[in-house]
């Protein structure tokens, strides 16, 4: 539809309306099978019709680093998050970048709705934290039972009050590495082998390096003698022998508020996919501190392992913590990798490591990647801001739907309406056009549902109404043409088709300009916009394909009929009505020549 | 109706019609006038821009007991920030709070739940951070921009220049009174608002593609006639197709309406009131810039063009020969609307040869 051409003859669906005419039902048929098939009977509903909650997060801007927002930042955080978002239970729920800067989370209803915000809008979680005390999961009796394998000395409650002491002191051991070889085979399976020896950090200086917790209750070097944070610790110690893994709820507020200078409990599963519960103490090393990390498989054992790479002053951290841990008693060798207040991996540590470790145990290629993207990226690669939250109740969303679809029933009757009164007989070719078009549109977007995960929203809704204006005045440039073709004394059938080339190229024209507005506002814009302006440019689309394949050859094939041919009162083509040229003037045309001359 | 065809019959042959041409100057002034008032009432006033733009949070709950200064009272209290409360169709009521933190907004809306008697979970609740807006707001300058140069491209190969810059002026010219009748009455401006305002781009100009595709039809030959100057022939052009741009504009208002009244009478406000109001506003300006303007300033533009103004010349040259020899000025029939100049239609076929015998030689000079 480039320039407009001048089309002197018509063309197309002339000589063969029929043709157009079963096309078009095939691809109706077509479209509706499809649906049939795809079980998938109604367009998939967006979240201000359905209920839910939609978290749009923008991207900031980082100091230091310009170029951060790019596609594969913007993929790998959608990643993240969409694990963190399932990480909930949530089915259904939706990631996706929105521009080039956006994240859009879609949660249906049912969801906490605040739980998922934080799960989704927090950055920078990745913490390694110095393993106090683990327990099985479950809601534990008056005693938390220590750890059958990983604990073979020290109970819990000993390990709550007393490693702190070393966490908090920073004296951890700087004694020569212990040369173990490998791994100790415990339930979590998983050990901490030495990559690359490096000399420990002077303890001093690496006291200074680890996270200073500024006011929270230490349960540490001063327990013995401070009295609140001897309570704390007793706190800690009950809550953690209350808590139950098993329970996602409480599972996902036990990271509420912690911060990373904090002694906490956490949850965690072990390599068998149980729950275990853990008491950690202040986070020693985080996110940022890890280069890189990805699960390889160790060509002489035949084993997934994880290699991580920490930056200097990460490979200074951990060297410290490691050089610590190792010359502790299990349970409190293991440091535990904390991903959103989630353990995801609790090592054991034999030897003092620095700059290049290596986690091995029984992983599988699978759980041996994943560990490696978590702790390369289980910080988001972006901070994120929260650039809207909307939360719909799906009683709200189902009143908003209803009102759409009466606004959409209005419309269209009021349309219809000004039709019949105006066009009468040509009204029924218009009103059945616009059938067709619903029903390709609603079909459609069924099937885009699945399709590309299409979701009709409110202002989608808007669109496709405002839409029924612009189907309806394609019919109407063609009808008035018909009609000016009549007045020119012509009968039906050559106004019809000398009507047409010209009528079409109008409607293409002004088509293509309307489709022009809906692509540029879907291609540029966010958020709700876009959907607008997708069912806007859905439909215009759809409105040439129905003028040209059906209301056409409709209007062909009904010219055919004595009610319109015959210009019958009620047929919207009565030539009398319409002023047509007196029958004497058009009698003396016949003797001129009726092609045109076009110079 | 059969009123109506019959007008529609003369209008096609131009027995009736406005000289929307000729008294542009009219109605430039009368667009001028409307443009100026909006810029004021735009500088003056300024748009109301909804929590969408300036970072807040609106809370729609459902059927409520308490009254709307109640309400307010109590989400002032809760939230410590200025709220504006409406009551809805259904009995709910529209809370906003502005300048409302993403992270407060939580605390504020199981207050607000707790004091108004609902449950927590029934409150609907739009959180706005203060750049979003601009985000927004900066997507939909972007488009806006991109639009038009498109636009005007596509209009300059499709057409000519002159149009696409008529067309252009058209448009900035709907979207200035649109956005200045937000300014003057004070409607909230909100992304439903920018939605509408976006689509009245499309809207705006298929209006005046219309007349436009009508106006290079007719006036293809132009050169070689010598009965119409080229300002008659774009009036003539206006005329023909007012019955179709009426049709359109109402078939267009029609559902828009139907929107406007189940958006404002039924859900009080939100997205559906916000689109159709703006959309209202501007398919309005959109229908009367397309024939108002935007032609007339085509005519205006052609009129300035070497050919055309000596077609001009000759047109008028002929008509007053004509008047002194007394004979009946052809002005005051019309060309067809299609523009067929050399139509075989019976009034074109008496004066055409006449017409075409004494234009042509001087239409090649």
């Known amino acids: 539809m480039a320039a407009p051409n001048r089309g002197r003859k018509p063309t197309g669906a002339q000589g063969r309306p029929g043709r157009s005419l079963v096309l078009i039902l095939i691809a109706l048929v077509a479209l509706t099978g499809g649906m049939f098939w795809s079980g998938q009977l109604t367009p998939r509903l967006g979240i201000d019709l359905a209920g839910g909650t939609t978290i749009t997060l923008e991207a900031k801007n980082q100091p230091g680093a310009p170029n951060a927002i790019n596609e594969t930042n913007m993929n790998t955080a959608v990643g993240i998050i969409e694990r963190r978002v399932n990480g909930l239970g949530v089915s259904e729920a939706e990631v996706q970048t929105q521009g080039d800067r956006n994240i859009i989370v879609n949660i249906p209803k049912g969801t906490d709705s605040q739980q998922a915000r934080k799960q989704v809008g927090t950055t920078a979680q990745l913490y390694f934290r110095p393993v106090l005390a683990v327990a099985p999961g479950g809601p534990a009796g008056e005693e938390p039972a220590p750890s059958p394998s990983a604990s073979a000395s020290g109970e819990p409650e000993d390990g709550a009050s007393a490693s702190p002491d070393t966490a908090t002191e920073g004296t951890p051991e700087s004694g020569a590495p212990s040369a173990e070889p490998t791994a100790s085979p415990t339930t979590q399976g998983r050990a901490v082998t030495e990559g690359l020896k490096a000399p420990a950090a002077s303890p001093s200086a690496s006291a200074s390096e680890e996270p200073k917790p500024s006011e929270s209750p230490e349960p540490s070097a001063s327990a013995s003698t401070d009295p609140a944070d001897d309570q704390a610790s007793a706190d800690l110690q009950k809550r953690f022998t209350e808590l139950d893994c098993t329970d996602d709820a409480v599972r996902g507020t036990l990271g509420d508020g912690v911060k990373p200078g904090d002694t906490t409990i956490a949850c965690g599963t072990n390599s068998a996919g149980q729950w275990e519960k853990y008491i950690l103490g202040p986070a020693e090393v985080d996110g940022r501190d890890v280069d890189d990390a990805q699960g390889e498989l160790d060509q002489q054992r035949g084993l997934w392992k994880v290699t991580m790479e920490f930056t200097e002053e990460g490979a200074k951290k951990f060297s410290t913590i490691t050089s610590r841990l190792s010359q502790q008693q299990p349970p409190m060798n293991q440091f535990a990798i904390v991903l959103d207040g989630e353990v995801v991996s609790a090592p054991q540590v034999n030897q003092t490591l620095s700059a290049n470790a290596e986690i091995t145990g029984d992983f599988t290629q699978e759980s041996a990647q994943d560990l490696g993207n978590i702790l390369s990226y289980g910080a988001l690669p972006l901070s994120f801001e929260e650039a809207s939250v909307t939360t719909v109740t799906a009683a709200l969303g189902g009143e908003q739907l209803r009102a759409g679809l009466i606004a959409g029933a209005i419309g269209l009757a009021l349309v219809v309406l000004y039709l019949v009164v105006y066009y009468r007989g040509l009204a029924f070719i218009a009103i059945l056009s616009l059938l067709v078009s619903a029903a390709m549109t609603y079909t459609i977007m069924a099937l885009l549902g699945p399709g590309i995960g299409f979701a009709l929203n409110l202002p989608a809704v808007c669109g496709a109404i405002v839409a029924i204006g612009i189907t309806a005045d394609s019919f109407i440039v063609y009808f008035e043409r018909i009609r000016d073709e009549i007045r020119e004394g012509r009968t039906l059938r050559p106004a019809v088709e000398r009507a047409w080339p010209r009528a079409r190229r109008t409607i293409l024209v002004s088509d293509f300009v309307s489709f022009l507005a809906a692509a540029v506002l879907f291609i540029v814009t966010v958020g709700k916009v876009q959907g607008f302006a997708f069912t806007l440019g859905l439909t215009t689309l759809l409105d040439v394909v129905v003028v040209f394949f059906f209301t056409k050859p409709l209007m062909t094939l009904l010219a055919r009929r004595p009610f319109f041919s015959g210009g019958h009162p009620w047929s919207g083509l009565d030539p009398q009505r319409l002023g047509a040229k007196p029958p004497l003037r058009r009698g003396r045309r016949v003797s001129v020549p009726t092609d045109p001359k076009e110079a | ?365």
């Open chain 2, 1 to 365: 109706m059969s009123r109506l065809g019959n007008l529609g019959a003369r209008l096609y042959r131009g027995e009736v019609g406005y000289d929307f041409v000729a008294k542009r100057r009219i109605w430039y002034g009368v667009s001028i006038l409307i443009t100026i008032t909006a810029i004021v009432g735009l500088a003056v006033r300024g748009l109301n821009m909804g929590i969408e733009f300036k970072g807040g949070a609106v809370f729609t709950t459902p059927k409520v007991e308490v009254s709307v200064s109640q309400a307010q009272e109590i989400a002032e209290e809760a939230s410590g920030h200025q709220a504006i409360v409406q009551e809805l169709g259904t009995g709910g009521m529209r809370i906003q709070v502005s300048e409302l933190d993403t992270a407060q907004a939580d605390q504020v809306q199981t207050e607000l739940a707790e004091e108004l008697g609902v449950e927590r979970d029934s409150v609907n609740a739009e959180l706005v951070g203060p750049s979003w807006g601009e985000q927004i707001a900066n997507k939909a300058w972007t488009g806006l921009g991109v639009f038009m140069i498109l636009v005007v491209i596509y209009l300059a190969i499709a057409f000519e220049w002159r149009m696409a810059v008529a067309a252009l002026i058209a448009l900035i010219h709907d979207i200035t009174i649109t956005v200045g009748v937000y300014a003057l009455v004070g409607f909230e401006v909100t992304p439903g608002t920018v939605i509408g305002l976006l689509t009245i781009l499309g809207y705006s100009l298929y209006d005046t593609v219309v007349v436009f595709d009508s106006l290079k039809e007719s006036s293809k030959d132009i050169t070689k006639q010598t009965r119409w100057t080229y300002g008659e022939i774009a009036n003539r052009s206006i005329n023909s197709t007012l019955v179709r741009s009426i049709n359109t504009t109402v078939v267009a208002l029609l559902p828009v309406a139907g929107l406007l009244f189940i958006g404002g009478g039924v859900l009080g406000a939100g997205m559906l009131n916000d689109i159709s109001l703006s959309l209202f506003v501007g398919l309005a300006a959109g229908a009367y810039s397309s024939i108002f303007i935007a032609t007339p300033l085509v005519a205006d533009l052609k009129e300035r063009e070497p050919q055309i103004k000596a077609l001009r010349k000759r047109v008028l040259a002929k008509r007053a020969a004509a008047a002194a020899k007394g004979e009946p000025r052809p002005g005051d029939q019309s060309p067809d609307a299609d523009g067929e100049l050399l139509d075989p239609a019976p009034a074109a076929a008496v004066v055409g040869p006449r017409g075409r015998g004494r234009g042509r030689p001087t239409g090649r000079r």
